[in-house]
């Protein structure tokens, strides 16, 4: 699979979800403090990201 979610804990103990695609990571999240949380951070962007609307500030 070329792309998927990764839940990881950092350095400080939080929990993190970092997005990959052929191995680069594209984005990570903010620490959560359950593992709980940050499988929810990755529902919520499968559920709300296709219609995310693209915000041009260049």
Do not use: L
């Not at 940050?38 to 559920?47: F, G, L």
């Amino acid at each position: 699979m070329a792309h998927k979610f990764e839940i990881y804990k950092d350095k400080a103990g939080e929990y993190r979800v970092r997005f990959k695609y052929n191995s680069e990571v594209i984005f990570s999240t903010e620490g959560y403090s359950s593992k709980s949380s940050a499988q929810n951070a990755i529902d919520s962007i499968k559920k709300n990201g296709p219609s995310a609307p693209v915000e041009d500030k260049s």
